[in-house]
């Protein structure tokens, strides 16, 4: 049985469509089968596998929702599923916003997205999900077919803001919709390690979560690397092997797949 991961947060721009993309890739790399699933309408994910014009797209998490919701699912999913370099991914466009409307219409609507990964997640090692940054309709759909979620958090002040929130839709979700829900933990994004307000706002996170949530030993490195690699549309690991952050997600990957991190 695959394992279903959200990776999210209600921050945007905290590192969580990095980190699905390169986590894909260095799961795959490490024998395990992974489909990766960009769950936002602005498309990040699927810009990074590659694709140019997502909008574009006829078969995206966008239109599967949609037929779900109509009750027109399609026999196969094979149209929806693309693959790069050993990594399946369902692509996103715009598409998805429309399907996020829709939710808002129609009453039950929390377990479409967990409908359609039934038929699918059995054929994986692991399914990761990356999503909006928001708590509406889609972040719910997404908690609610998830088996785990992982929550990146970048150390800085106002990053953090907003987490306790996120942390109470996750209780609600596991109380109301989706009682398997653990939250693996908290991976530490974009570590200015030389900065001191980067390593006080660590330690508070690991301080004030210590004995609730799992802080990943793994902490991902600021570093421009990153940013030239999803300019280039790499995972880091291809674009600079030995670069700290590509080491890092090789680490998170391992920590993961549940052997020691380092
Ligand atoms: N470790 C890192 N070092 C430097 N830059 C990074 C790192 N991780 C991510 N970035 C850059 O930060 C920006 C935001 O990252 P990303 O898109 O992964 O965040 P996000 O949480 O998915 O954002 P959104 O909420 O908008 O979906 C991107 O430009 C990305 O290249
Ligand atoms: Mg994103």
């Not at 699933?37 to 966008?62: H, R, W």
């Not at 708590?135 to 992982?150: H, K, Q, S, Y």
């Not at 974009?190 to 660590?202: G, I």
């Amino acid at each position: 049985m695959g394992r279903v991961i959200v990776i999210g947060s209600q921050k945007g721009g905290v590192g969580k469509t990095t980190t699905t993309f390169n986590l894909a890739y260095c799961l795959a790399k490490m024998g395990k089968t992974v489909l990766a699933i960009d769950f936002d309408s602005q498309a990040n994910l699927t810009t990074c596998f590659g694709v140019e014009k997502p909008q574009e797209l006829d078969y995206t998490i966008g239109h599967l929702m949609m037929a779900q919701l109509e009750d027109e699912v399609p026999k196969s999913l094979k149209s929806y599923i693309k693959s790069r370099d050993g990594v399946d991914f369902i692509p996103a466009s715009i598409y998805l916003s429309v399907a996020d409307a829709k939710l808002r219409t129609e009453m039950g609507v929390e377990q479409i997205l967990a409908s359609i990964l039934k038929r699918v997640k059995n054929k994986y090692d692991f399914v990761l999900i990356d999503t909006c940054p928001s708590l509406g309709n889609l972040t719910i759909n997404a908690l609610a077919a998830a088996d785990e979620v992982v929550i990146t958090v970048s150390p800085q002040l106002l990053s953090m803001m907003g987490l306790q929130d996120y942390l109470r839709t996750i209780g609600k979700i596991r109380k109301r919709i989706n009682p398997n829900l653990q939250v693996s933990g908290i991976l530490l994004t974009m570590c200015e390690k030389r900065t001191t307000l980067c390593s006080v706002l660590t330690k508070e996170v690991t301080e004030c979560f210590q004995g609730q949530i799992h802080v990943f030993d793994t902490k991902i490195p600021a570093t421009v690397k990153v940013g030239e690699s999803i300019y280039y549309n790499m995972p880091i690991e291809q674009y600079s092997k030995r670069a700290t952050a590509a080491v890092a997600y090789r680490n998170f990957a391992k920590e993961i797949i549940g052997y020691e991190g380092k």
